[in-house]
């Protein structure tokens, strides 16, 4: 008999306090399967494991970090991400699950997606399942008590050095403009918020969900030394329209 085939999950688990993991993702991982989650530099400490150390279960001794460095050299992604695919699939024909760890949402900017492209390329009979999850822009908004929308509100969910080559384009089409991976572009985002004619409410979420968290509405106590990676944010643009 053919033995079967294991099946990755991406397991979504929230900003970062661990009460915000879906009782889906909980229940998957009470299961038996093989842990990976990412990790940007080898020996590096991977926040999507730290949200379930926080958590009180138990991680399994062999879970493994797989290297997803950050950097835009196309030829260094595409190597790391075959390596990554490689192994995982290795587990899934031995028959074993695979519970790949992913901060916030598995669907959203999340490094599951190029594993999960990856792998369908080189087995394309491998079984992927992805489970959704709170995202940090979710949880900064029920933090302020804020509508992430109303009625016939658009909203633009980008990445910053996206919208800066966009920027009047935003504000002229967008009620609430989310602005992810801030901290490199700090300076330029403070400086073009200012030159709007009218200054929109802004209001800024760092490390969301644990006990570092921290949010704010006064942008000039902001430092992009001092920020952390995972910071956003939230501008809620009204206008006529």
Avoid at 196 to 213: A, D
Wanted: aromatic share 8%.
């Amino acid at each position: 008999m053919m033995q079967e085939l294991g099946r990755l999950y991406g397991v979504s688990l929230g900003p970062g306090d661990p009460a915000l993991i879906t009782r889906q993702a909980w229940e998957i991982l009470q299961k038996n399967a093989q842990w990976v989650y990412p990790v940007s530099q080898i020996n590096r400490p991977s926040y999507a494991l730290e949200i379930l150390q926080r958590s009180g279960l138990k991680i399994p001794i062999n879970a493994t970090p797989l290297l997803f460095p950050m950097t835009h050299d196309s030829a260094c992604l595409t190597q790391a991400w075959l390596e990554a695919a490689s192994y995982v699939n290795d587990r899934l024909l031995c028959g074993q699950d695979v519970h790949f760890l992913v901060e916030g949402d598995a669907s959203t900017y999340a490094s599951f997606t190029y594993l999960a492209r990856t792998l369908q390329s080189i087995n394309p009979a491998a079984v992927i399942v992805t489970l959704p999850g709170i995202s940090a822009y979710q949880d900064l908004a029920a933090k302020l008590n804020q509508p992430l929308a109303c009625a016939h509100d658009a909203i633009a969910i980008l990445p910053a050095v996206r919208a800066l080559v966009q920027w009047d384009s935003l504000f002229a089409n967008f009620n609430t403009i989310v602005l992810l991976k801030i901290k490199p572009h700090w300076r330029e985002i403070f400086q073009q918020l200012n030159l709007l004619e009218k200054m929109p409410e802004v209001y800024f979420g760092e490390r969301m969900g644990t006990s570092m968290e921290r949010v704010t509405h006064d942008l000039r106590t902001l430092s992009a030394k001092e920020m952390h990676y995972l910071s956003l944010l939230m501008i809620k643009n009204k206008h006529d329209g």
